[in-house]
């Protein structure tokens, strides 16, 4: 797999909890926007981020973004 796959055409909107979570940048993961461990033999790698206070975040789900995990607005030009 040399692209990702694009999960969805818009982000993920979620309320997150202060701790550490890992963003799934290959796009297989049945559990979008979160790494599962689908990677598993290709030449992706998820992406650990940190909450440090509860927030609302937007992350990405087309896998195009700049800003990872965050998403940036590049679903629009898909």
Do not use: R
């Not at 799934?24 to 909450?51: E, L, R, W």
């Amino acid at each position: 797999m040399d692209q990702p796959i694009i999960a969805d055409k818009k982000p993920a909107v979620l309320d997150l909890e202060p701790g550490d979570y890992w963003w799934c940048t290959c796009g297989a993961s049945t559990n979008q926007p979160y790494c599962n461990g689908a990677h598993q033999g290709t030449g992706f790698t998820p992406v650990k981020f940190t909450v440090e206070e509860p927030k609302k975040v937007a992350l990405c789900l087309c896998k195009a973004t700049a800003s990872a995990p965050f998403c940036d607005g590049s679903h629009t030009k898909l």
